[in-house]
């Protein structure tokens, strides 16, 4: 094991400290204490049902109340609020109007540039309604899938909107994924539109957006999509199809401004999310209306103890679920002020985030950890030059966080007083799942702490039984919860067998497997640490070894590649690819740098390799499988231990080691 790496256990392992809120947080908190916690889980586990129903009432509006709160008769496959209608843009927008919200700023925007636009409800509302009319005028209807291939712009956040008020599922690719990537995903959900815009604006660059839809649709690689939509941000100059192609300020502006909301069964499908799994193919993730709207809702409420003054800011980007959840529909389902940005911490701005908290006042600011890991590594002259006293909250999301970094973000960004959430989650879960609760929950700097309630986490081994206090095992979920995925597009047996079925229980139980491994100590406090899977965490960006390997299969002077994770301090997780040559191919740094730009080219710049070796052949069983775990040990420099007997041609090692 690296020097790092088992530094960073050790720390993990022997971490005591425990930060409790403060009488001042949570005297003004929601939820307030242990014991108010503790009730909630209590009754969200004796009567399941009556919890859920009783808030969902409770927090959404209905056109038609539900009947039925959960049928869950033919796992995995949950139903929940059936019987009930509803809208997710309508429990977003209109029902904020009528009181004093309606004038509220719901939404702030920054651009790279400094542009600044500001929305309130109702001026977000009739945008939304709008861009709404502006599709039924493209053919778009009820049940049609709309694909976002967008910047962080508000009419990102519109879009969303505007195909969840008119009952068109969205499924929105993130705008850093190559021409190739979304040509992918337009086919496999079947897209009948494309919403983009000429480009964006990132790290002081251009990221043309309309060129890569236009690659991707050339040569109708994508026959449903009729129609796309396209913003104009950057002003370059793109080529328009017609009459495929409309600009988004030549079509929406003219539009009605009022679109009543769709009413949507609430198993209605909301949306379609690609993320990477253990097979080459990304899986479409399948959420519908009402559950995941009320656990994107409450979750939001919990996690961050939102007040109506409060300015909240998620870093992440609408490509992601993050963004789905806690930019878009988690802070407006709540009334709250969101904050979007269109850039990144970059060269010419390191304080970027620091400014933008200062300028608008941001209360609560929720990132990842790895870029609080960039930020240490510059050191805390950067964010000390800033004024960030409106800070009372912050958050983390995406990848485990070291105890290190979680003292650092407490202490230099939040001044030392405010409390930290940690929140463990998926594009699967929908919202948020184990967290602290920022009143009442005892923190400790790298766990994320105790599940939410009605979330019935526990850590098992293979065979499905719960493992005992501080040992490692498989991080799962006994018990569906409103905001679970329903289905994987198109592949309802890839769901059953990759989430239910991948463990045995002894005990015939059924429950769901997150694709993490996880410890929970003594106060039953939970530990995640990270994929068991073949799936890596590249600076909380979630990738597929086997993605990446057929990504570099696809090169012509590629025989055979295998991709691994590799410890790394920064983006907790490197890329290093071992590949075998054709015959007759040398390796050679021009080579490899093709190399990692194809890989660029097949599914974005997030993928490229970090590290590419070459050689003649990779270590194979006899029966010819690729032994990865002697990869790994190789990729960050450690001993190949245990047996290698299996080995086919011993002699391979040393060739690798060199
Ligand atoms: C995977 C999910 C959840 C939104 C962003 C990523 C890892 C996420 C944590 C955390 C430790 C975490 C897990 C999970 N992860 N949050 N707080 N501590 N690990 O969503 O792309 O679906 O990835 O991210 O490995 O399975 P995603």
């Known amino acids: 094991m690296s020097s790092n790496s088992s530094n960073a256990i050790e720390s993990v392992l022997q971490e005591q400290r425990i930060f409790s809120p403060s009488k001042e947080f949570s005297s003004k908190a929601k939820i307030g204490s242990l014991g108010l916690y503790q009730t909630m889980v209590d009754e969200a586990n004796s009567d399941p049902e009556k919890f859920w129903g009783d808030l969902a009432k409770k927090e959404l509006h209905w056109f038609k109340p539900f009947q039925k709160v959960l049928d869950w008769s033919n796992p995995p496959f949950a139903r929940w609020f059936e019987g009930g209608t509803t809208n997710l843009s309508f429990n977003c927008l209109d029902r904020h109007l009528d009181s004093e919200r309606e004038n509220k700023t719901a939404l702030i925007w920054e651009g790279e540039p400094g542009d600044v636009r500001t929305f309130s409800y109702r001026e977000l509302h009739s945008e939304v309604c709008r861009a709404a009319n502006a599709l039924k005028s493209i053919g778009i209807g009820k049940g049609d899938l709309v694909a976002l291939y967008m910047p962080m712009i508000p009419e990102a956040a519109i879009a969303m909107l505007a195909c969840a008020r008119i009952g068109a599922p969205h499924s929105v690719v993130f705008g850093g994924f190559s021409s190739e990537a979304l040509g992918e995903r337009l086919r496999d959900g079947e897209a009948k539109a494309v919403i983009t815009a000429d480009g964006g604006f990132r790290k002081d660059k251009i990221v043309p957006l309309k060129v890569a839809v236009d690659e991707a649709l050339a040569m109708n690689a994508c026959p449903s999509v ?303 640490m990270g994929r068991v899977d073949d799936v890596i965490n590249v600076a909380g960006h979630r990738l597929g070894t086997m993605e990446v390997e057929s990504a570099l299969v696809s090169h012509p002077a590629v025989s055979e590649a295998a991709v691994v994770g590799r410890p790394d301090d920064l983006k907790g997780e490197a890329i290093v690819a071992f590949v075998s040559l054709e015959s007759g191919r040398e390796s050679s740094e021009e080579l490899i740098s093709q190399l990692r730009n194809h890989v660029g080219n097949e599914i974005g710049a997030i993928a490229k390799p970090d590290e590419i070796r070459c050689s003649d052949s990779l270590p194979k069983t006899r029966s010819g499988k690729i032994m990865r775990r002697i990869l790994r040990a190789l990729a960050s420099g450690q001993e190949v231990i245990g047996d290698t007997s299996t080995l086919e041609d011993r002699s391979v090692l040393d060739r690798l080691r060199s």
């Open 226 to 528: 009729e129609s796309v939509l396209v913003v104009r941000r950057t002003k370059e100059s793109v080529s328009m199809q017609l009459p495929r192609d409309h600009w988004w300020d030549e079509l929406v502006p003219k539009q009605s401004e009022d679109c009543e909301a769709e009413q949507m069964d609430s198993e209605d499908r909301l949306f379609v999310l690609y993320t990477s799994g253990s097979t080459g193919k990304p899986k479409g993730v399948v959420h519908t209306t009402a559950g995941y709207n009320l656990w994107a809702h409450l979750t939001f409420q919990w996690i961050f103890d939102i007040r109506e003054e409060d300015v909240y800011w998620c870093t992440a980007d609408v490509g992601w679920i993050t963004g789905h959840s806690y930019i878009v529909y988690g802070p407006l389902s709540n009334g709250a002020t969101t904050v979007m940005y269109e850039g990144a911490p970059r060269p010419s701005n390191p304080g970027a985030f620091w400014e933008l908290i200062q300028k608008h006042q941001i209360s609560i600011f929720y990132t990842a950890p790895t870029a609080i890991r960039a930020f240490m590594k510059s050191g805390r002259s950067v964010p000390d030059k800033f004024d960030m006293s409106s800070l009372r909250l912050l958050g983390t999301v995406g990848e485990p966080i070291n105890p290190e970094a979680w003292m650092w973000y407490r202490d230099v960004i939040g001044g030392g007083t405010c409390p930290v959430v940690d929140t463990w989650w998926q594009t699967e879960t929908g919202g948020v799942m184990i967290s602290p609760l920022p009143g009442a929950t005892p923190a400790k700097p790298g766990s994320a702490t105790l599940p939410l309630p009605g979330i019935q986490a526990d850590v098992v081994n293979s065979e499905g039984e719960t493992v005992s206090v501080n040992e490692g095992g498989y991080l799962v979920v006994r018990k569906p919860w409103p905001g679970m995925m329903r289905t994987i597009h198109g592949d309802s047996k890839r769901f059953r067998e990759s989430y239910w079925e991948y463990l045995q229980p002894k005990d015939g139980n059924f429950f769901y497997f997150a694709g993490d491994g996880a410890r929970q100590d003594s106060d039953g406090y939970f530990w995640v």
